[in-house]
């Protein structure tokens, strides 16, 4: 079995294959205070309650732009499992052509979902991410990551405004059912769903005027669900991070026998 480990700034995704079999996936939220004991006692109950044998485990796999909680993930991984995870930028690296001007700055996960989205779709296409920021991947026809767009995540915006004004509440991101707002909660969601939605679809369009009309959309990321409907995607997929793991898994493994 395989492993993976996605770091986010607000969660820990987690998720075990059996070869190409996505047999379970699993959250926790990311704490940059957990000890490397709470961190792989969590992760043990998770097999255990599912039936699962950590040490049918052959190897770890690890993504992640949170640098602070690295520390203790390593070492509950070498504590609990016995082994030295993969990780991305480090041990691992992704075989795409960057065109960043400083490669090294584009997050670990935005480039494996963009060799996950080439490998699985073809190209040239855009990766939305809704995460606690969205992103937006451009990848060419021949596979080159160009770069992208940063966009404060929805539920980041919403926070900002609850957080920042005195009279607003926080309320659930849902569609109110019609874009004029009857009361404060209705005009809020309707700020948030159709807003959001129409920024999405905006940048995609700039996007697609660069990379040309063909283009494909691939979304992914947590909050996918809140916008998916709103805007034009041409696939949704929930996996991608985690199938991009695997991927890049794979061929570690076949340049490294």
Same mark, same amino acid.
């Given at each position: 079995?395989?492993? =993976?480990?996605?770091?986010?700034? =607000?969660?820990? #995704?987690?998720? *075990?294959?059996?070869? #190409?079999?996505?047999?379970?996936?699993?959250?926790?939220?990311?704490?940059?205070? /957990?000890?490397?004991? #709470?961190?792989?006692?969590?992760?043990?109950?998770?097999?255990?309650?599912?039936?699962?044998?950590?040490?049918?485990?052959?190897?770890?796999?690890?993504?992640? *732009?949170?640098?602070?909680?690295?520390?203790?993930?390593?070492?509950?991984?070498?504590?609990?499992?016995?082994?030295?995870?993969?990780?991305?930028?480090?041990?691992?690296?992704?075989?795409?052509?960057?065109?960043?001007?400083?490669?090294?700055?584009?997050?670990?996960?935005?480039?494996? =979902?963009?060799?996950? /989205?080439?490998?699985?779709?073809?190209?040239?296409?855009?990766?939305?991410?809704?995460?606690?920021?969205?992103?937006?991947?451009?990848?060419?026809?021949?596979?080159?990551?160009?770069?992208?767009?940063?966009?404060?995540?929805?539920?980041?915006?919403?926070?900002?405004?609850?957080?920042?004004? /005195?009279?607003?509440?926080? *309320?659930?991101?849902?569609?109110?059912?019609?874009?004029?707002?009857?009361?404060?909660?209705?005009?809020?969601?309707?700020?948030?769903?159709?807003?959001?939605?129409?920024?999405?679809?905006?940048?995609?369009?700039?996007?697609?005027?660069?990379?040309?009309? #063909?283009?494909?959309?691939?979304?992914?990321?947590?909050?996918?669900?809140?916008?998916?409907?709103?805007?034009?995607?041409? *696939?949704?997929?929930? =996996?991608?991070?985690?199938?991009?793991?695997?991927?890049?898994?794979?061929?570690?493994?076949?340049?490294?026998?």
């Amino acid at each position: 079995m395989l492993l =993976t480990i996605d770091i986010g700034n =607000t969660n820990m #995704e987690c998720a *075990v294959f059996q070869g #190409e079999e996505l047999l379970k996936v699993f959250r926790l939220g990311t704490n940059r205070d /957990a000890t490397s004991d #709470e961190i792989g006692l969590t992760i043990g109950q998770f097999f255990l309650v599912n039936g699962l044998d950590m040490a049918q485990v052959e190897d770890i796999v690890i993504a992640s *732009v949170v640098p602070q909680v690295m520390y203790s993930v390593n070492n509950a991984i070498l504590k609990y499992f016995g082994k030295l995870p993969l990780v991305v930028g480090e041990n691992l690296f992704v075989p795409i052509e960057n065109h960043y001007d400083n490669p090294a700055e584009v997050g670990a996960d935005r480039l494996v =979902t963009a060799k996950a /989205a080439f490998s699985k779709y073809g190209g040239p296409l855009v990766v939305v991410d809704f995460g606690t920021a969205t992103t937006f991947d451009a990848v060419t026809g021949q596979g080159a990551y160009l770069g992208g767009v940063i966009y404060p995540g929805i539920r980041i915006s919403t926070a900002s405004l609850f957080q920042r004004t /005195a009279k607003l509440p926080m *309320v659930e991101l849902v569609d109110p059912g019609h874009i004029i707002g009857r009361n404060t909660e209705q005009s809020i969601q309707a700020g948030a769903i159709y807003g959001y939605s129409g920024a999405v679809k905006n940048i995609i369009a700039e996007i697609k005027k660069v990379l040309g009309a #063909e283009t494909r959309v691939v979304a992914t990321g947590g909050l996918v669900g809140i916008i998916a409907e709103y805007a034009d995607f041409d *696939v949704i997929d929930r =996996t991608l991070m985690q199938d991009g793991l695997r991927l890049l898994y794979q061929y570690h493994r076949q340049q490294n026998p």
